[in-house]
C-alpha cells in the first residue's frame, strides 16, 4: 500500500537533484544515461550524476528493490538490489556489472560504509536483530551531507565469519571495527532495538578505553534483561524478519521454512518484483535472527557518562511479532544507566515501522540537530591521515 502510493506521487512530481557532497558529473555513455533513467524514475529526481549516493537521493533498502526490478525489466542491469547496498552510485553499479557483476557478500559484511565520504565525525548504526543494517539507509538523505555513516552488521552473514558466540564476541569485535573506521572520538552511536542495547555496550566499551561518546539514540530498544523469547515466538520472529528484508509486505507464516516457500513462490511470478534476498541468505539471516535472540538477555547495561536520545514507538501494531519485553515504558527503565542528558522523543509509529520513510525522517533531523550542536559539525580527525 501506501509507499508504493507515495513513490508513484514522487515519480510523477520530479524533483531537481538536491546539493551534495559529491561534484556533479553527468551520465556520459548510453548505458550511463539508460541506468541515470532508471535511476530518476524511482527515486523523482532530475539530473542525477555518476557519483550521486542512492540513499542521498532518498533512495532506502525498498526503493533498491524497486530499481533492480526496473533496471532488470528494461534489460538495461541485472544485478540484484543487495548490490546497491554495497555500491550505491551509477558509475560503482556499471563498473561492478563490467567487472562480471558478482556482488560477492559486501552487502553482508561486518560493516557496510552506506556513506564514506565525508569529513564530519560518522555516525555507527549498529544493526537490529535481523544482523543487517540496510533500513538504516533512509537516514542519509535527512543527515548532513557530509557525515558519513557506517552500518554495524551481524557476524556471520557473509560466510566469511561465524555468528558471534556470546555477547561479550559483539562488543569486543564492534569496538575494533568502528575503532578502525575512526580510531578516536567523540563517537556517535544509534541502534534500533536489540541494536540499541549493543550500542549501549559498545558506548561503555568505547567509554572504559577513555574515549567520549558525544551522542548514544537507542530507538525503542527493550531492557534485554526481559526473559529470551523462547521456541514459537523466536521462530515467529525470524519468519517475519526474512520476510521483511526481502521486501515482501504479506502477513508472517509462523515458521522460516513457510517464509521460505512465499520466497520461492514470489519468484517464480513473473509479475512480482524479486525480493532483496536468495534463499541461501534468507537460511542465513534466519540463523542469525535466531542467535542474537539467543544472545540478546546477556546485553545487560552498563552505566554511561554519553547523553542518550531514546526515541519511542507509541503505537502497536497487530500484524507485527512481539517485542520481547512487551511494550512496557523502555525509555523508563534505560534512563537510570547514565549520568548525561536523557532525552525521550515519543514518535507516534510502532516498533517495526520506526525506519519507514516518515519515521526515520524525524529520527534523522533530531539525531542531525543534537550532533550539530553538541560540537558533531566539528571537521572530525580521520585515521587517513
Not at 74 to 100: F, K, M
Request: glycine share 10%.
Amino acid at each position: 500500500g501506501g509507499s508504493g502510493d507515495r513513490a508513484g506521487d514522487r515519480a510523477s512530481r520530479r524533483v531537481p537533484r538536491p546539493p551534495l557532497a559529491v561534484p556533479h558529473v553527468p551520465p556520459g555513455t548510453d548505458a550511463e544515461r539508460a541506468v541515470a533513467a532508471e535511476w530518476e524514475a524511482v527515486l523523482g529526481v532530475d539530473g542525477i550524476g555518476l557519483d550521486d549516493n542512492f540513499f542521498d537521493l532518498g533512495g532506502d533498502s525498498m526503493r533498491a528493490v524497486l530499481l533492480g526490478g526496473r533496471l532488470r525489466t528494461a534489460g538495461v542491469l541485472d544485478v540484484p538490489a543487495a548490490a546497491l547496498l554495497a555500491t550505491p552510485t551509477i558509475a560503482g553499479l556499471l563498473d561492478r556489472a563490467g567487472r562480471g557483476g558478482a556482488v560477492g557478500q559486501e552487502a553482508f559484511a561486518p560493516m557496510l560504509p552506506m556513506r564514506a565520504a565525508g569529513d564530519l565525525p560518522p555516525l555507527f548504526c549498529v544493526h537490529p536483530v535481523s544482523g543487517v543494517a540496510w533500513r538504516y539507509t533512509g537516514l542519509l538523505p535527512h543527515l548532513d551531507p557530509r557525515r558519513p555513516v557506517y552500518g554495524l552488521q551481524a557476524l556471520g552473514l557473509d560466510g566469511a565469519l561465524p555468528a558471534a558466540d556470546r555477547a561479550e564476541d559483539v562488543i569486543r569485535d564492534g569496538l575494533e571495527r568502528i575503532r578502525a573506521v575512526q580510531p578516536h572520538g567523540p563517537y556517535h552511536l544509534l541502534g534500533w532495538s536489540f541494536g540499541g542495547a549493543v550500542a549501549h555496550r559498545l558506548a561503555a566499551a568505547l567509554e572504559a578505553a577513555g574515549e567520549e561518546v558525544a551522542l548514544l539514540t537507542m530507538l525503542d530498544t527493550p531492557q534485554p534483561d526481559a526473559a529470551a523469547l523462547e521456541g514459537e515466538a523466536v521462530e515467529a520472529q525470524a519468519a517475519a524478519l526474512v520476510l521483511r528484508l526481502a521486501g515482501l509486505t504479506m502477513p508472517a507464516p509462523a515458521t522460516v521454512d513457510a517464509s521460505l516457500a512465499l520466497l520461492d513462490s514470489s519468484r517464480r511470478d513473473p509479475e512480482a518484483v524479486p525480493g532483496t534476498l536468495t534463499r541461501e541468505e534468507a537460511i542465513t539471516v534466519a540463523k542469525v535472527v535466531r542467535n542474537n535472540l539467543r544472545i540478546a538477555p546477556d546485553l545487560v547495561p552498563e552505566r554511561l557518562r554519553a547523553d542518550v536520545l531514546f526515541i519511542s514507538a507509541t503505537e502497536v501494531a497487530d500484524d507485527e511479532p512481539e517485542v520481547a519485553g512487551g511494550i512496557a515504558d523502555r525509555a523508563a527503565s534505560w534512563r537510570p544507566f547514565t549520568t548525561g542528558v536523557f532525552e525521550e522523543v515519543p514518535l507516534a509509529c510502532s516498533h517495526y515501522a520506526l525506519t519507514d520513510p516518515g519515521p526515520i525522517e524525524v529520527i534523522a533531523k533530531a539525531v542531525e540537530a543534537r550532533l550539530a550542536g553538541a560540537g558533531g559539525g566539528e571537521r572530525a580527525e580521520v585515521a587517513a591521515g
